[in-house]
């Protein structure tokens, strides 16, 4: 494997080295005292002996108990991050026990979202387990009455070489609690040479439980005296519950009774949908009840929603001008000047998408006395204190938000609705209540990434190559959940493949246009870099097609040669990183298109009629990945993927076993966005309803083999859960242009008319 | 009346017969490991045994389950791991992990009518169950170091 350091490092091994190099806030961790008394919910690690900070406690049978405080939905957080302090405390991993974290602000952000757990988290959890280390080392040193400078680490033992002496971890916590916790200047951290666990990895912490069901997800979440609850929503955003009858659902075996949820005030934001609740001795009692209400809505606004009208506004928006964000030189000036062949344009287009995880929504919430105890599959357990807080009117402190397993996220589980409904139907009722949403809830009422029309126009020069580029997107943005008078891109959105296009060409206009929403729109696996990906990155391989000319090569012509891309007088968050930090270097990304045109074999691999290799390359979330897909289409248009390549470079990766895997499921979620992602309305309700109409990737339609090469590097740690997904999808798509012919400019395939 | 056995232990049921297994398990006897994720026989993720076939409990009334032996995830492991279990963790196949169990009983189910099955016997068994999290290649991979384990 290439090593790129030379472009990526950028002083990275002086903040190995120090720590503290890219942290993002000061989130240094106070100590918890011993005697304080322990407040419901407080984990093991605050109960142990030793506990330096909040994150690790240590027991004197030398257990050492680590806080994960992210949330666990598939990509092993729950492990890694826990591991990056184990290693650096030098504990032995296999005498670690993980406590998962309430929500509670003593852990810093807890919102398990925007692939940033390993980057905002990586200095901090070596710190805390520095700390730990630190003070088991001045005890021991204490007790031999020798100077800490001659005392070393082993795996879960402090020892003196000279001497011969050692003591294990456990033997130390009681001394080692009488020292004040030191502070971080006195810190010393390990070596990268010395890690044994980062850059290694190991398998989940959970992994044999989730092979033999006794994992607990929300859904499996229990209360003594609990009763189920499945709500009946409006079926169209924004809708009203006029009149409702409930004689029949009453009739239904194991139906206790009826509740009427109170519809949101705009904005959405988290609040419930509002709608009527049927409450039963067990989930499927409740469902049955739900289809006996007779109910009389009064719809809103929404109402003439039809997303086929709405798909040909937006194009049409996209052809208007519209807000620049970002603009080299003058390209409507020279696209003005242009005509003939030299001219080309396209629109692209991606529907509405649900999440669907395969652990529908559920929250099981108790208020009693003045407080709230959750237990919730969620991403984000602060914002469940915090609209839960508002909906119950008590302080957020008063809400105990416990996480269980979560049954898939993908963004959705960010947005505490479901556990809001939870909770006030328990205060109405006075018992815990579990609220289950069935499949059909889940595709019916999500928070969906946007939809997006783009529209492309570029001139090019005698070799094929963009003298000028324009590209304007249009989408309802995410911010319209919280402002219901937002239409345009938000600057973090736009900054996700859209701000950034890194093209090196002369004359650049990047827009955006305005799109009202008429659903909740909200944040999916790579958000608007699936649809920012697809558009930027198709549209590239039509012009290489176009110039006759190889699209690896085109593509790396088109990047240009390494540099860093100057943002000086540009709104361009970078996904909340600093751009000193994390520079967005082009070098980087030619560097990956290359390890994966080698490692796939792109040079030898020749497309031909039913059989087609296509390309991308994309960076988001700090990383940078590049694609190649193989694809077969036979005479009945039946695609399937025998191959897919992926080279990453994702700064340093903890954990590489785990990030391969991330990257394998990128593929198959991508797979389904492509082949059948798609979610329509009629009269503002959505036409989806269960995986017969919304369908995802089963095991025949999913990429067969998936590669994943990692770049070797200590430039700082960026994010793998959701970085494969968007150039795995234009490169789906390239692919099946090389087989093919077939140009796929509107998703997904099922609705395109190209296949049958 | 209904009687079944569920995990080798015999039940009675004398609620609404049309109520599917799936939630007589779950939320009667509390056998959490069987998972819901669609309702409609479409996801999987509530495959169990009955009487040593794959079924859907989403879909299977309690009165069609009466006088049945049913085998959860539950029971495959309570005596030491099964092989396919041994095989999903040698090849680290779970991400969230949610539709495992009824992939689990699932390949069970496929390497007892196909102890030594091809990629297309893998795709025609297994196509009936979703993993979201997409770790197909994977339980591709672990079915067959299955098969070779027990060869």
């Given at each position: 494997?290439?090593?790129?350091?030379?472009?990526?490092?950028?002083?990275?091994?002086?903040?190995?080295?120090?720590?503290?190099?890219?942290?993002?806030?000061?989130?240094?961790?106070?100590?918890?005292?011993?005697?304080?008394?322990?407040?419901?919910?407080?984990?093991?690690?605050?109960?142990?002996?030793?506990?330096?900070?909040?994150?690790?406690?240590?027991?004197?049978?030398?257990?050492?108990?680590?806080?994960?405080?992210?949330?666990?939905?598939?990509?092993?957080?729950?492990?890694?991050?826990?591991?990056?302090?184990?290693?650096?405390?030098?504990?032995?991993?296999?005498?670690?026990?993980?406590?998962?974290?309430?929500?509670?602000?003593?852990?810093?952000?807890?919102?398990t979202d925007g692939s940033h757990s390993i980057r905002s988290f990586f200095d901090t959890m070596r710190e805390c387990g520095a700390s730990a280390r630190w003070m088991l080392v001045q005890a021991a040193a204490q007790q031999w009455n020798v100077p800490a400078s001659e005392c070393s680490t082993e795996p879960h033992a402090v020892v003196h070489a000279k001497s011969g002496r050692k003591l294990g971890y456990g033997e130390l916590a009681t001394?080692?609690?009488?020292?004040?916790?030191?502070?971080?200047?006195?810190?010393?951290?390990?070596?990268?040479?010395?890690?044994?666990?980062?850059?290694?990895?190991?398998?989940?912490?959970?992994?044999?439980?989730?092979?033999?069901?006794?994992?607990?997800?929300?859904?499996?979440?229990?209360?003594?005296?609990?009763?189920?609850?499945?709500?009946?929503?409006?079926?169209?955003?924004?809708?009203?519950?006029?009149?409702?009858?409930?004689?029949?659902?009453?009739?239904?075996?194991?139906?206790?009774?009826?509740?009427?949820?109170?519809?949101?005030?705009?904005?959405?934001?988290?609040?419930?949908?509002?709608?009527?609740?049927?409450?039963?001795?067990?989930?499927?009692?409740?469902?049955?009840?739900?289809?006996?209400?007779?109910?009389?809505?009064?719809?809103?606004?929404?109402?003439?929603?039809?997303?086929?009208?709405?798909?040909?506004?937006?194009?049409?928006?996209?052809?208007?001008?519209?807000?620049?964000?970002?603009?080299?030189?003058?390209?409507?000036?020279?696209?003005?000047?242009?005509?003939?062949?030299?001219?080309?344009?396209?629109?692209?287009?991606?529907?509405?998408?649900?999440?669907?995880?395969?652990?529908?929504?559920?929250?099981?919430?108790?208020?009693?006395?003045?407080?709230?105890?959750?237990?919730?599959?969620?991403?984000?357990?602060?914002?469940?204190?915090?609209?839960?807080?508002?909906?119950?009117?008590?302080?957020?402190?008063?809400?105990?938000?416990?996480?269980?397993?979560?049954?898939?996220?993908?963004?959705?589980?960010?947005?505490?609705?479901?556990?809001?409904?939870?909770?006030?139907?328990?205060?109405?009722?006075?018992?815990?209540?579990?609220?289950?949403?069935?499949?059909?809830?889940?595709?019916?009422?999500?928070?969906?990434?946007?939809?997006?029309?783009?529209?492309?126009?570029?001139?090019?020069?005698?070799?094929?190559?963009?003298?000028?580029?324009?590209?304007?997107?249009?989408?309802?943005?995410?911010?319209?959940?919280?402002?219901?008078?937002?239409?345009?891109?938000?600057?973090?959105?736009?900054?996700?493949?859209?701000?950034?296009?890194?093209?090196?060409?002369?004359?650049?206009?990047?827009?955006?246009?305005?799109?009202?929403?008429?659903?909740?729109?909200?944040?999916?696996?790579?958000?608007?870099?699936?649809?920012?990906?697809?558009?930027?990155?198709?549209?590239?391989?039509?012009?290489?097609?176009?110039?006759?000319?190889d699209p690896c090569e085109y593509l790396l012509d088109l990047i240009g040669p390494g540099r860093t891309i100057d943002f000086k007088n540009v709104e361009y968050p970078n996904y909340g990183a600093s751009l000193e930090t994390y520079p967005w270097e082009t070098g980087r990304l030619r560097h990956v298109t290359e390890l994966v045109a080698e490692k796939s074999g792109w040079a030898n691999k020749k497309s031909v009629k039913g059989h087609g290799?296509?390309?991308?390359?994309?960076?988001?979330?700090?990383?940078?990945?590049?694609?190649?897909?193989?694809?077969?289409?036979?005479?009945?248009?039946?695609?399937?993927?025998?191959?897919?390549?992926?080279?990453?470079?994702?700064?340093?990766?903890?954990?590489?076993?785990?990030?391969?895997?991330?990257?394998?499921?990128?593929?198959?979620?991508?797979?389904?966005?492509?082949?059948?992602?798609?979610?329509?309305?009629?009269?503002?309700?959505?036409?989806?309803?269960?995986?017969?109409?919304?369908?995802?990737?089963?095991?025949?339609?999913?990429?067969?083999?998936?590669?994943?090469?990692?770049?070797?590097?200590?430039?700082?740690?960026?994010?793998?859960?959701?970085?494969?997904?968007?150039?795995?999808?234009?490169?789906?798509?390239?692919?099946?242009?090389?087989?093919?012919?077939?140009?796929?400019?509107?998703?997904?395939?099922?609705?395109?008319?190209?296949?049958? | 009346?209904?009687?079944?056995?569920?995990?080798?232990?015999?039940?009675?049921?004398?609620?609404?017969?049309?109520?599917?297994?799936?939630?007589?398990?779950?939320?009667?006897?509390?056998?959490?490991?069987?998972?819901?994720?669609?309702?409609?026989?479409?996801?999987?993720?509530?495959?169990?045994?009955?009487?040593?076939?794959?079924?859907?409990?989403?879909?299977?009334?309690?009165?069609?389950?009466?006088?049945?032996?049913?085998?959860?995830?539950?029971?495959?492991?309570?005596?030491?791991?099964?092989?396919?279990?041994?095989?999903?963790?040698?090849?680290?196949?779970?991400?969230?992990?949610?539709?495992?169990?009824?992939?689990?009983?699932?390949?069970?189910?496929?390497?007892?009518?196909?102890?030594?099955?091809?990629?297309?016997?893998?795709?025609?068994?297994?196509?009936?169950?979703?993993?979201?999290?997409?770790?197909?290649?994977?339980?591709?991979?672990?079915?067959?170091?299955?098969?070779?384990?027990?060869?």
């Amino acid at each position: 494997m290439k090593n790129i350091e030379n472009v990526s490092r950028r002083g990275f091994l002086k903040g190995v080295a120090s720590a503290g190099a890219f942290v993002l806030a000061v989130r240094y961790v106070p100590p918890v005292f011993a005697g304080e008394p322990v407040p419901v919910g407080q984990t093991e690690a605050d109960r142990a002996p030793l506990h330096p900070n909040v994150f690790v406690g240590i027991e004197t049978d030398g257990t050492v108990h680590i806080v994960a405080h992210r949330s666990e939905m598939g990509t092993a957080i729950r492990t890694t991050l826990p591991l990056v302090l184990a290693d650096e405390m030098d504990a032995d991993w296999d005498r670690v026990k993980i406590d998962q974290a309430i929500g509670d602000k003593r852990y810093g952000d807890q919102n398990t979202d925007g692939s940033h757990s390993i980057r905002s988290f990586f200095d901090t959890m070596r710190e805390c387990g520095a700390s730990a280390r630190w003070m088991l080392v001045q005890a021991a040193a204490q007790q031999w009455n020798v100077p800490a400078s001659e005392c070393s680490t082993e795996p879960h033992a402090v020892v003196h070489a000279k001497s011969g002496r050692k003591l294990g971890y456990g033997e130390l916590a009681t001394a080692a609690a009488k020292l004040d916790v030191p502070k971080k200047d006195q810190l010393t951290f390990k070596k990268p040479a010395e890690w044994r666990y980062i850059g290694k990895g190991k398998t989940s912490y959970d992994l044999e439980k989730l092979c033999t069901g006794k994992a607990i997800y929300g859904m499996d979440a229990k209360m003594e005296g609990m009763i189920y609850a499945s709500i009946e929503h409006p079926p169209v955003y924004g809708g009203i519950v006029r009149s409702y009858d409930e004689q029949d659902a009453l009739k239904v075996w194991g139906v206790r009774q009826t509740l009427l949820v109170d519809p949101f005030k705009p904005p959405a934001a988290f609040q419930p949908l509002g709608g009527v609740a049927v409450l039963a001795d067990n989930s499927w009692s409740a469902f049955q009840g739900r289809k006996k209400l007779k109910i009389t809505w009064d719809n809103g606004a929404n109402a003439g929603y039809d997303s086929a009208e709405y798909k040909k506004a937006l194009l049409e928006t996209a052809r208007k001008p519209a807000k620049v964000v970002r603009s080299v030189g003058d390209a409507n000036a020279a696209l003005a000047a242009a005509s003939g062949p030299s001219l080309v344009e396209a629109e692209y287009y991606v529907p509405l998408l649900a999440h669907a995880p395969m652990e529908p929504m559920v929250a099981l919430a108790e208020f009693k006395d003045g407080k709230a105890t959750i237990w919730a599959p969620t991403q984000n357990p602060q914002a469940v204190q915090a609209i839960v807080s508002s909906e119950l009117g008590i302080p957020k402190e008063s809400v105990i938000c416990n996480v269980t397993l979560l049954g898939g996220g993908f963004g959705r589980k960010s947005k505490p609705d479901y556990v809001a409904e939870a909770a006030v139907l328990s205060k109405k009722v006075g018992r815990p209540v579990k609220v289950v949403w069935t499949r059909e809830d889940d595709v019916k009422f999500d928070y969906y990434n946007a939809v997006a029309g783009m529209y492309f126009r570029a001139t090019v020069d005698a070799k094929g190559k963009p003298t000028a580029w324009l590209q304007r997107s249009v989408f309802p943005p995410i911010t319209s959940i919280f402002d219901v008078n937002a239409v345009y891109g938000d600057p973090p959105h736009l900054a996700q493949g859209w701000t950034d296009m890194p093209y090196d060409l002369p004359n650049i206009s990047i827009e955006n246009g305005p799109a009202k929403a008429h659903v909740r729109i909200g944040w999916l696996r790579s958000v608007a870099n699936i649809y920012h990906g697809f558009g930027v990155q198709c549209f590239t391989d039509e012009l290489a097609q176009r110039a006759h000319r190889d699209p690896c090569e085109y593509l790396l012509d088109l990047i240009g040669p390494g540099r860093t891309i100057d943002f000086k007088n540009v709104e361009y968050p970078n996904y909340g990183a600093s751009l000193e930090t994390y520079p967005w270097e082009t070098g980087r990304l030619r560097h990956v298109t290359e390890l994966v045109a080698e490692k796939s074999g792109w040079a030898n691999k020749k497309s031909v009629k039913g059989h087609g290799f296509g390309i991308a390359a994309h960076r988001s979330f700090l990383t940078y990945v590049a694609t190649v897909v193989e694809v077969e289409v036979n005479d009945q248009g039946e695609i399937r993927i025998p191959r897919v390549d992926f080279a990453v470079d994702a700064g340093l990766v903890a954990n590489p076993e785990i990030t391969r895997a991330q990257f394998e499921g990128a593929a198959v979620f991508g797979t389904s966005i492509v082949r059948t992602g798609e979610i329509t309305a009629k009269n503002g309700v959505i036409q989806q309803s269960n995986f017969h109409d919304y369908p995802v990737a089963r095991i025949n339609e999913a990429p067969q083999q998936t590669n994943v090469y990692i770049v070797e590097s200590f430039a700082p740690p960026a994010g793998v859960g959701e970085p494969g997904v968007p150039p795995f999808v234009a490169a789906f798509c390239n692919a099946i242009y090389a087989a093919t012919g077939k140009r796929v400019r509107s998703l997904p395939l099922s609705s395109s008319g190209l296949f049958g | 009346m209904i009687k079944v056995s569920v995990n080798g232990i015999e039940q009675t049921f004398d609620g609404d017969p049309s109520m599917p297994l799936l939630w007589y398990l779950r939320d009667i006897l509390g056998l959490t490991g069987t998972k819901f994720g669609c309702g409609m026989a479409l996801c999987g993720a509530c495959t169990v045994h009955k009487d040593g076939t794959a079924i859907r409990s989403c879909i299977t009334p309690m009165s069609a389950a009466a006088g049945s032996k049913i085998r959860t995830i539950e029971d495959v492991g309570a005596n030491g791991l099964h092989p396919v279990q041994s095989a999903w963790m040698e090849v680290n196949v779970p991400q969230c992990g949610y539709c495992q169990s009824g992939q689990i009983m699932q390949a069970i189910a496929l390497l007892k009518s196909k102890p030594h099955p091809t990629d297309q016997d893998i795709e025609e068994g297994m196509a009936g169950n979703i993993c979201r999290c997409g770790t197909y290649q994977r339980i591709r991979a672990a079915i067959k170091l299955a098969a070779e384990k027990s060869a």
